[in-house]
């Protein structure tokens, strides 16, 4: 049974849907809140033969909340990439993500159709998802994200080529996540053969913004074009 909250959706504006994209929101935020800032910010973000899924992370307890409940998709020791990564809880979202990727397979959309993306935390998970755990989506995008220092997703890169295409994106004065984690991060996806593109936002925290989104919005165009 899965463990995830709501789901928020933006429905496919044409006839047909023949691809996915979902959307991981950051830690302590829902799906609909996500859906919410994105549609504020970039206006049209929707495709005539996309959905776009905006799940809910399990609530759960936060180590860097002291222990509270929060809506996160995975526990952390410590917002920090020399931290070690909380492996076990890892695993247990890991059963979640792949079951709701199925049920896209069983509405017809394969792997190949699908993108995974996030902000902030959500951006994490969808590295993983798509380097560790599904090595043949069509292609993941993260916004304001970073991976500690010796994750294991660069230990599976090691051991298996990924062709999965990345953008990412990252403000320049992000005082939480600072662009350096998130350029490092890229440097170490890019060093063991994964292709993309890393891009600065001027004048930007941590927070997703109308210029990021659209880029976003049109490189989703490009990877995942109409049949």
């Known amino acids: 049974m899965s463990r995830l909250g709501a789901l928020a959706l933006t429905k496919n504006t044409g006839a047909k849907h023949t691809a996915t994209v979902i959307f991981f929101h950051g830690s302590g935020g829902t799906g609909s809140n996500m859906k919410e800032w994105v ?15 905006y799940p809910t ?11 509270d409940m929060s809506n996160v998709w995975f526990d952390r020791i410590d917002i920090h990439p020399k931290a070690p990564e909380a ?3 890892l695993k247990k979202i890991e059963a979640d993500i792949k079951n709701l990727v199925k049920s896209e397979n069983n509405a017809g959309i394969p792997n190949n ?22 090595p ?4 993941v995008f993260v916004f304001s994200s970073f991976l500690n220092e010796n994750s294991v997703v660069y230990q599976d890169l090691k051991k298996y080529s990924n062709h999965v295409p990345l953008l990412q994106i990252h403000g320049d004065i992000d005082d939480l996540v600072p662009s ?4 490092t991060t890229f440097e170490e996806l890019q060093g063991l053969g994964v292709q993309g593109n890393f891009q600065i936002m001027e ?7 109308m210029k990021g989104l659209n880029i976003i919005k049109n490189w989703i ?3 995942l074009p109409e049949d």
Request: charged share 15%.
């Open 39 to 53: 549609d504020i910010l970039a206006k049209n973000f929707s495709f005539p033969h996309i959905r776009i899924l």
């Open 57 to 67: 992370a399990p609530l759960q307890p936060y180590t860097p909340a002291e222990g």
């Open 87 to 89: 492996l076990e809880s």
């Open 113 to 134: 159709r699908i993108i995974v993306g996030g902000f902030s935390m959500g951006g994490a998970l969808a590295l993983h998802t798509a380097y560790r755990w599904m």
């Open 136 to 139: 043949d989506l069509a292609g």
């Open 180 to 183: 350096l984690w998130g350029k």
């Open 203 to 209: 004048r930007l925290g941590h927070s997703p913004n």
């Open 221 to 223: 165009q490009k990877v």
